[in-house]
């Protein structure tokens, strides 16, 4: 098995990894379904043939509580599964959402400031902070998923380990 990683993986706000292996689709996914139930306690999952989705089993749930995300992939001789973590699909609409809006904000207030500029009206003479304000709010929510991140590290960790561990035990036996 070989894996493959970039810093640019790892400053993202949904980190990935990719890992190679020689077994099948159905193979990996057939030992992953054995490998996650014998550790039910632990961890808790769906598994079908494209994809995987594994969590960690806690006795709380945050906002950044994480799952990891599984995809299979065939590529030539080598069967890619790419990995990403992130949280519920739910929490991961609602950053999106955030950064959305507060950019469209951040677009229409500077704009409102560069065209008052160009013409000299002083209509708007908020404008230039409230696109502060926006690019404040953009780096707060940035701040709230790194923090939630920061939180989860030990369980994202756990969630690694279960990858490698459920690709390198079967990959061993063949």
């Given at each position: 098995?070989?894996?493959?990683?970039?810093?640019?993986?790892?400053?993202?706000?949904?980190?990935?990894?990719?890992?190679?292996?020689?077994?099948s689709?159905?193979?990996?996914?057939?030992?992953?379904?054995?490998?996650?139930k014998?550790?039910?306690?632990?961890?808790?999952?769906?598994?079908?043939?494209?994809?995987?989705?594994?969590?960690?089993?806690?006795?709380?749930?945050?906002?950044?509580?994480?799952?990891?995300?599984?995809?299979?992939?065939?590529?030539?001789?080598?069967?890619?599964?790419?990995?990403?973590?992130?949280?519920?699909?739910?929490?991961?609409?609602?950053?999106?959402?955030?950064?959305?809006?507060?950019?469209i904000?951040?677009?229409?207030?500077?704009?409102?400031?560069?065209?008052?500029?160009?013409?000299?009206?002083?209509?708007?003479?908020?404008?230039?902070?409230?696109?502060?304000?926006?690019?404040?709010?953009?780096?707060?929510?940035?701040?709230?998923?790194?923090?939630?991140?920061?939180?989860?590290?030990?369980?994202?960790?756990?969630?690694?380990?279960?990858?490698?561990?459920?690709?390198l035990?079967?990959?061993?036996?063949?």
């Amino acid at each position: 098995m070989k894996t493959e990683e970039t810093t640019l993986d790892k400053i993202r706000t949904r980190p990935r990894f990719k890992m190679f292996t020689h077994l099948s689709k159905e193979e990996y996914a057939e030992n992953l379904s054995k490998y996650l139930k014998e550790h039910k306690g632990e961890f808790s999952g769906n598994v079908n043939k494209e994809v995987a989705t594994i969590c960690v089993e806690t006795k709380y749930d945050n906002y950044w509580k994480p799952r990891l995300s599984l995809r299979i992939e065939a590529e030539e001789d080598d069967i890619v599964i790419r990995g990403v973590f992130g949280p519920s699909s739910a929490v991961w609409t609602f950053f999106m959402f955030l950064y959305f809006s507060f950019s469209i904000l951040w677009m229409t207030f500077f704009t409102m400031y560069y065209v008052e500029k160009q013409i000299k009206s002083y209509e708007f003479p908020w404008a230039l902070n409230a696109s502060f304000l926006m690019l404040i709010c953009i780096a707060a929510t940035y701040a709230a998923a790194r923090f939630g991140q920061s939180k989860a590290k030990d369980e994202m960790q756990k969630l690694r380990k279960f990858a490698e561990e459920s690709t390198l035990q079967f990959e061993k036996k063949i």
